[in-house]
């Protein structure tokens, strides 16, 4: 029976973009949790395609493609198939090595048919992708970064300390929503949402924008220490982090805490 499950009369707020949340929702529902969906972030297109068309058609130029998110991969792989199909298919094989932030990412990848994606072996961010590249010599070595409007910088800046040459494109925008669902705001601030889940540092910006010191009457879940830390230093720290930064292990962290 559902009352039996560790999330039952344990109300969810996922804050991902809505087409986000699917595998999230599920998996806070087979424990029990009743899920309800308040995006504090938007995935827009970019403003110009044309540093990212540019890179498409010249993919064959470099020896490392880095994808720090799905939704970057989705990003570009649609486009690469709507301004050249046949060129990125032939000229993807010509590159040695595609590096994906974390499992999720390379899932996204293997839907597109790439094959050969390495990972981090442990944190699933900048610092594990510097860790697992740095393990070969980058001097020289062409690395595309293929990301969003937003983000740090640490990953470009440690691989060009390395020697290596990075060129970066934003294939995609991360736009703040600003203004809550009535109904949500409401729940927020009468406490009856029991947990937040914050899969981002920017997520995690635009909710304290969006919600104040209303989510002081919920506990937020963060997906990862560097979440976290933006959370601490916004003077909301969560309640519970993640293992690793991966959906399951955002889920368990709340199932292991109640």
Known sequence: MTNNLPLSNQNVLLTRPVHQCDELKRLFEEYGATVFLNPTIEILPPSDWQAVDEAIKSISGYDILVFASSNGVRSFFERAKSICTAFFENS????????????????????????NITIPSGGY???????????????????????????RTLLPDELARLGAIVEQVSVYQNVDVTTPAPEIASFIQCGKIHWVTVTSSAIGRSLIRMFGNDLRRTKLASISPITSQTLTECGFPPAVEADEATLPALVHSVVKSV
């Open 92 to 115: 993807t094989q010509y590159i040695p090595q595609i590096v994906a932030t974390g499992p999720g990412t390379a899932e996204t990848l293997a839907g597109y048919g790439v094959m």
């Open 125 to 151: 961010d900048a610092e594990g992708l510097i860790a697992i590249l740095s393990q070969n010599s980058m001097a020289g070595k062409r690395v595309l970064l293929v990301r969003g409007n937003r983000g």
